[in-house]
């Protein structure tokens, strides 16, 4: 196995160094081997922060962070919640994304590094190569700005939602080919690695003797992860024409206030109050320009994949999960009352429209 290899778990060769290796997922998922764990945090960063990035790459050996590819498949076709696989693919291309760029405009030593993958490389996996054509430059010792692409693939993996710059009537043709500059070319790909990605998404694992077994094994990880999503929908997004913070529940002032204080979060801290900002209506850039400094930009990247244009969008946990993630703090009488904070959010945010309605009526003054 190579470390090219973790890195672009999605290729061919990868796949075959995964199928000639004597390991089987089965014995790794019943061993609770380190490969199970990294899976279970791929398919968790994926669903909840956008990315399948270890949050520690120093932390998995080569082996490990390949297999768990294959194994988080498994688990993102277990845990079963709609639109989990179409946000793990997304995750996994946008991952790929970011090394393919960080590989094709390596220089000095990285460029022979084992573990990347030049821009050939990744036209040959998708069967590209004879249909992308680098433009002709003067300085043959620059990366080319523009590439002429076939109509054929351009229109493939081209997404319409991509807006009017990507129709064919707004591109330069020539011989059958569309104009593209370097990074048109990248997103491309990366729409390419998401569709890879998602074919086959989500498969029966249950059904014979081995996948009831490998389903059994993996029970604990994907209810905990069932957990995690199943606040999704809990409570209606509360969108109100002002967003007062005196509002906001104990756990989440106490949240906001330690990111304004410059503290960082744990994920589950991070995700919890992203989630609750982004449902009570503010907008990823609001919600980077309320918390402290330090956390704004990882706030506004996590609010961005929770409002996401497919509205897969995540309601903040409940107050039970919040007390298991010991988030829950400070609470007053209100929070005796309701069991999610989105509806303590609509509770307070009522109780002081009623409040205000009833001072404005006349007569109501003694």
Known sequence: MR????????????????????????????EDAP???RGVERV???LMEGTVEAEDPYAWDTESELLSYPISRIIVSLVETPAAVDKYARAEADTAYEHMV???????????????????????????????????????????EYYWVDIGPYLTYCDTDWGADWRLVNRSLADGAVRVGRKELYKLLREAVRRRVAEGLPFAVRGSDAGDQLADALKPHVERLRNLLSDRGAVNVVYTDTVSPDHFPPCVESLLSRTQ??????????FSLAAFLVGVGLSPEEVGGVVGDASAESLKTRATVLADSSG???????????QAY????????RCDTISHPMKYFETATSGAES???TDETPGSAD
């Open 261 to 270: 204080d410059g503290e960082s979060l744990s994920n589950e801290a991070e």
């Open 44 to 46: 968790e960063r994926a």
């Open 312 to 322: 897969s969008q995540y309601a903040p946990p409940t107050c039970e999960t919040m």
């Open 326 to 333: 010991d988030l829950c703090v400070n609470r007053d009488d």
């Open 102 to 144: 960080a590989d094709f405009e390596a220089t000095g030593d990285d460029i022979n590094s084992d573990a990347r993958a030049s821009l050939d490389d990744v036209l040959r996996e998708f069967d590209l190569a004879g249909s992308v054509r680098a433009e002709r430059t003067e300085n043959a010792h620059r990366a080319p």
């Open 355 to 357: 409040t205000a309605t």
């Open 3 to 30: 470390p090219l290899h973790a890195r672009y778990p999605f290729f061919a060769a990868a796949r075959q160094a995964v199928e000639s290796a004597e390991v089987a997922i089965a014995t790794l998922v019943a």
């Open 35 to 37: 490969a199970v764990e």
